[in-house]
């Protein structure tokens, strides 16, 4: 500890006994209430995050649950458009936002839905892109969420970090695509979640076949078995393997995203039902 503390570690790059998880915490506000939180991650872009984050949603909310979606990809939002929800939020007399809420209704809070063009970009620094994140979550009132699925962008970088030492994340989950470097991919994500002592719940795999229209049988255009490959080097189950399927793009780009219907995703919210509310220190 320096002989200057101010013991306000939120303010501080200093690296001291005194500093725990604890420290960077940031607390709902009083009229909000989350009851599991789970990442989704990556970790190199282009691999369908986003996509699995929604899928995820959808699939709870079809089992009756009061399901939120922060979207925590700052510079990169797409949750808004794949529900077709367009237009800013609200704000409460408290002035809290008002998360905006898909036709299903599960909960939505993106930057697309605090800018008044949603075509405008986002030219942000880290820390400012960090302190956007932690007013999505203590500055919104989020009414009774059994489940938080929280969008990250790709990498180890700021924001992950970010969500990592001030929401209480209780797992994360995954997501790669069948190339060589997944092997790479994944371990640098399962590192870090290490590091951060976060449970990794499993790995979905993204863009892992295609079914010929003509004979029905499976394609494997990026090759077959790596993720399954990373994912027993590192112990962890295999929650999914999603088609290459143009009706997956078609309806994201319409807005309808809920519409999808997704077999493959059952063993995912199975994970998710069962992850553990951890105690966080």
């Given amino acids: 500890m320096s002989e200057n503390c101010s013991h306000n570690c939120s303010s501080c790059g200093e690296t001291c006994a005194s500093r725990t998880m604890e420290s960077f915490r940031v607390p709902l506000n009083p009229q909000s209430s989350v009851k599991k939180v789970i990442g989704v991650v990556s970790g190199k872009g282009g691999v369908g995050k986003s996509l699995v984050t929604s899928l995820m949603a959808c699939k709870m909310r079809a089992r009756n649950n009061r399901v939120g979606i922060l979207d925590a990809d700052i510079t990169g939002p797409s949750i808004p458009k794949a529900f077709g929800i367009h237009g800013m939020v609200g704000v409460t007399g408290d002035q809290l936002m008002l998360p905006r809420t898909t036709s299903t209704g599960i909960e939505i809070l993106s930057s697309n839905l605090i800018l008044e063009h949603e075509t405008d970009p986002v030219i942000w620094r880290g820390p400012v892109v960090g302190?956007?994140?932690k007013q999505f979550w203590s500055e919104a009132l989020w009414k009774d969420i059994d489940y938080m699925f929280v969008d990250m962008p790709p990498g180890t970088g700021d924001v992950p970090l970010t969500v990592f030492q001030t929401l209480p994340v209780d797992g994360i989950i995954i997501v790669s695509s069948p190339q060589e470097l997944v092997g790479m991919i994944v371990e640098k994500a399962v590192k870090m979640a290490q590091m951060m002592n976060i449970p990794v719940l499993g790995l979905v795999e993204n863009m892992a076949y295609m079914t010929c229209p003509d004979c029905g049988k499976r394609l494997y255009p990026f090759g077959e078995g790596r993720t399954a490959d990373g994912a027993k080097q590192y112990g962890l189950p295999m929650l999914a393997q999603l088609p290459i399927q143009p009706e997956l793009a078609k309806k994201c780009d319409e807005g309808?995203?809920?519409?999808?219907?997704?077999?493959?995703?059952?063993?995912?919210?199975d994970a998710v039902l069962k992850c553990k509310v951890?105690?966080?220190?």
Avoid at 260 to 265: R, V
């Fill in 256 to 269: 309808r995203l809920m519409d999808i219907q997704l077999p493959e995703m059952g063993k995912a919210v």
């Fill in 131 to 133: 302190g956007v994140i």
């Fill in 278 to 281: 951890r105690k966080h220190e």
